[in-house]
């Protein structure tokens, strides 16, 4: 049986369970109490006395774990007349008034469902990892539900998911399946969201949430964050800022369909349910199968949303996002610099300027296959994925040679998952595409879904990768597009209709799954015509992600700002592009602020603007281990100042970057007050050079002063931006 730890406060990362013996209320004998601990945090359940599972209390850690049991009495709300508002899993039918996170059809016919605790079971993976479970079954119906709890101490964060199953005499179906459902109490709650469209990506927006649900969904099956993505804020008590206040960051890692209820109840609390979405997706599951829903991720913060970020992007890199803590390369891709229009010799001289850049890899864009409709535009190709015989008569494999010879790699773009009706893909299996057999086709840049459910569609996609790196074995980088949302959706060959647009994320993961095998660290790009696409299960297959088409510095400035809440700069692909008014310094060093890339015409770049970037390059190369590994402190924020500022820092604080650009050109702004640095040790010294300055410049920033940590973090340093140096990167040292 269970033991009662004495003092729990000196084990770390546990999921402790109290006995009733030691608990002092009498309402709760007999009861299980579970908390759910990371270093600072903690969700805790207990059971009731008809053994329903909820949350008694979520946020700060208490020093003395068994105080969890008198936080309920505290409260003096309404009465919630159904005994299970709190529910850690609410079920529909039977008590329950508000939204809930399960909702079926037993074999029987019977809408009811009721969940009572069973067991749970603790597992401790590592020194900072542990996963909980918990077993809850309905007493009427051979029905359960595990619940998953899996917590990273260290870092603040927890992933939670639910293994729905059955053993009825027939099918069940799922009209609603969560795959978690939190329970907040606070006075008041400030909902951050994101909205977008192609090139508006991560448009953030807050907004006080009031009683009745808020939904944060999607529908589009595929790229599936085009108009919203599943991650956003929650402060609770007052909105939070960079550095103050309590905020949950949360996220559904699922790269179709989601939706997020968020319910301020008649007793205002804030329960949030977040899972698939249950649109159009009724799911029929048979005795014994399970079904298992995708993770919901969450950090809770008591420092702000500064704090929050830099525990998500430190778990990030260490269990999620493909190769974390490795290396990336810098790369110039050709897109812009000749859409559809290159051959042979074309590409050949940008080996040529890729090597002049410096840069370590050639991106090879769309545009380089098909011959019955060759690919010259979007409108024809898509699917055929030989190279185009009059473009490059001489293949693939001729041009990772050429780039060989010029001491740099090889990566090539590839849209798989998609096909144009102008294609011998389509003539040949248009038993393959997603749409009504009969209703009319309905196009999104031209092109549909190919039908990920059908295994012969996944060995098709797999069959794309594996050809290309079993023919070109030195191909070292895949841009992976994805560039059309799904309407009509439907499949030839799945049984149950409702199942299709799971099946086609699951369908995806299985093909990925498949490469990784083979393949597992080739580095990736997620993109989809833009940011369509990004969350961390997707990403665990990715090494990077594209965050937007709109490669305007100025506006990358905002859109890098909010990704970076949510996603490391190690995964964040900025290249340096034609886009906006801004001079080649300031898109590089925009750029720089993430993954390092190019999407110019090298060749037409005067001699002081290719130093520039050459130089440039040389620096981040100095410098990327701290971009990539290091902490991001956001020191001036481009929507509250005319002054953007981010810092990135070594986790020894002795090294950083620091970036600063003006983003309001009216008359005489200018970086006017000193910008105060965060996260540096106030006993150290720095001094502070500035870097990447433009051939024939000077800095107006005397680089031999050194400043006390304690000196920067209380009365800043100024950047020195104005309307004549309005980018300004700046390298932070600590000195003995
Ligand atoms: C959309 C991507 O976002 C672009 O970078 C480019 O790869 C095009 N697709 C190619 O069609």
Redesign the pocket.
């Known amino acids: 049986m269970f033991k009662v730890p004495l003092n729990t406060t000196f084990i770390p990362f546990c999921l402790l369970l109290l006995f009733s013996a030691s608990i002092p209320l009498k309402s709760v004998a007999q009861s299980v109490v579970i908390p759910i601990e990371t270093q600072n945090n903690a969700l805790v359940l207990q059971t009731d006395t008809n053994k329903h599972l909820g949350t008694i209390y979520f946020g700060k850690k208490l020093t003395n774990n068994k105080e969890y049991l008198q936080v309920p009495a505290l409260y003096k709300q309404t009465s919630d007349y159904t005994g299970v508002l709190n529910s850690a899993y609410t079920s529909s039918g039977s008590r329950n008034l508000v939204e809930p996170a399960i909702s079926v059809t037993h074999a029987d016919g019977n809408n009811s469902l009721d969940l009572k605790y069973v067991s749970h079971d603790l597992k401790q993976i590592d020194n900072n990892v542990s996963l909980l479970s918990i077993v809850l079954k309905d007493p009427a119906y051979n029905f359960s539900v595990t619940l998953y709890y899996k917590t990273y101490f260290k870092e603040d964060v927890v992933e939670q998911w639910s293994s729905i199953q059955h053993q009825e005499k027939g099918e069940v179906t799922l009209h609603k399946f969560a795959s978690a459902n939190l329970y907040i109490k606070s006075a008041g709650y400030w909902l951050n969201q994101y909205h977008g469209d192609w090139a508006k990506e991560m448009q953030a927006e807050e907004s006080k949430l009031t009683h009745g649900i808020k939904t944060l969904d999607s529908k589009l099956g595929t790229r599936a964050n085009l108009f919203q993505p599943s991650v956003f804020m929650v402060s609770l008590g007052k909105p939070a800022t960079e550095d103050e206040g309590t905020v949950l960051f949360g996220s559904l890692e699922w790269s179709g369909n989601f939706r997020t209820d968020l319910e301020v109840d008649f007793q205002d609390n804030l329960r949030i349910l977040s899972g698939i979405n249950n649109y159009a997706s009724t799911y029929t599951l048979k005795p014994k199968e399970a079904f298992v829903t995708p993770v919901f991720l969450y950090t809770l913060s008591t420092g702000g949303k500064g704090l929050a970020s830099r525990n998500l992007q430190q778990w990030a890199r260490n269990y999620k996002l493909l190769d974390g803590k490795g290396t990336r390369l810098t790369l110039l ?1 050709n ?1 812009e610099a000749t859409y559809f229009d290159f051959n042979e010799s074309k590409l050949a001289g940008l080996l040529k300027d890729t090597r002049k850049l410096g840069v370590d890899l050639f991106l090879l ?3 380089w296959f098909a011959n019955k409709y060759p690919r010259n535009g ?1 409108v024809a190709g898509l699917g055929d994925w030989q190279e185009n015989k009059k473009k490059l008569p001489n293949g693939i494999s001729s041009l990772v040679k050429e780039a060989q010879n010029n001491e740099v790699k090889f990566g090539i ?1 590839i ?1 798989p998952e998609m096909v144009n009706p102008k294609s011998e893909l389509y003539e040949k299996h248009p038993d393959w595409v997603v749409k009504q057999p009969q209703r009319e086709e309905h196009y999104f840049r031209n092109q549909l879904a190919l039908d990920l459910s059908n295994p012969k569609v996944q060995d098709f996609v797999y069959g794309v990768v594996d050809g290309l790196f079993t023919k070109n074995p030195d191909l070292a980088y895949i ?1 992976w ?1 994805c ?1 059309a949302v799904i309407y009509n959706a439907h499949s030839a060959t799945i049984k149950n209709q409702n199942h299709f647009y799971i099946e086609y994320v699951k369908g995806l993961y299985k093909v990925l799954e498949r490469i990784r095998a083979k393949y597992p660290k080739v580095p990736m790009m997620l ?4 940011g369509g696409r990004v969350d961390y299960a997707a990403l665990q297959y990715f090494t990077e992600f ?1 965050p937007s ?1 709109n490669t305007d510095p100025l506006e990358r400035i905002f859109m890098q700002w909010e990704y970076s809440y949510f996603y490391p700069a190690i995964a964040t692909s900025n290249h340096v592009t034609d886009w906006g008014k801004q001079p080649i310094k300031f898109r590089t060093d925009v750029a720089m602020m993430g993954k390092l890339g190019f ?1 110019i015409v090298v060749s037409k770049l005067s001699s002081d603007e290719l130093k520039y970037c050459q130089d440039a390059i040389k620096n981040y190369d100095a410098l990327k281990g701290i971009i990539w590994q290091g902490n991001q402190y956001r020191l001036s924020n481009p929507t509250e100042s005319s002054v953007a500022s981010m810092l990135y820092l070594d986790e020894n604080k002795s090294s950083g970057v620091i970036f600063n650009y003006l983003v309001n050109y009216r008359y005489a702004v200018n970086s006017s007050s000193p910008i105060l640095l965060k996260g540096l040790d106030p006993a150290k010294r720095y001094k502070i050079q500035e870097i990447n300055l433009y051939p024939g410049t000077k800095s107006s920033i005397k680089g031999e002063a050194t400043y006390t940590g304690d000196f920067l973090m209380k009365a800043g340093f100024n950047p020195d931006v104005n309307s004549s140096r309005t980018s300004v990167v700046l390298k932070i040292e600590a000195v003995n």
């Open positions: 891709n897109w864009d769309d545009g979007d773009w849209e841009k597009d560039n993109c989809s015509g833009g594209w088409d999407d």
